[in-house]
């Protein structure tokens, strides 16, 4: 009988906040594609990263910017998740992301995130 793995949420968003790369990568399976959503990459030509390396290139990315991360308003059910995540730059710039994920045998595979950052005047 084959064994399913329980995607672990907390874990997950504990990497988030400790901008931990390897811990979240390690979560994703290998196929994942993630979409992402903001002014620049708007909704009729969002970002999206299909596979590992283009996934592994954003995430390590995201974890060495001096940025803190708060996750909140986490909801989980067996096919999937949702988070929100305020992330604030030593210069007070602020973002948030509001992320949905797509869960397969316990693995992300699927992930769309829509973010929204303070506007420079």
């Known amino acids: ?30 196929g994942a594609i993630v979409t992402l959503t903001d002014r620049v990459s708007q909704p009729g030509a969002p970002r999206v990263l299909n596979g590992e390396a283009e996934i592994q290139a954003w995430v390590e990315d995201v974890c060495g910017r001096d940025v803190t991360h708060a996750v909140g308003h ?26 949905v994920l797509e869960l397969e045998d316990g693995l992300i595979a699927r992930q769309v995130g829509v973010q929204a950052w303070d506007e420079r005047s």
């Open 1 to 30: 009988m084959p064994t399913t793995t329980t995607f672990d949420l907390k874990q997950f968003t504990r990497a988030i906040e400790e901008r931990d790369a390897s811990a979240q990568l390690a979560m994703y399976a290998p």
């Open 74 to 99: 986490v909801v989980q059910d067996e096919h999937g998740a949702a988070f929100t995540e305020a992330c604030r730059y030593p210069d007070g710039t602020n973002v948030l992301c509001a992320t």
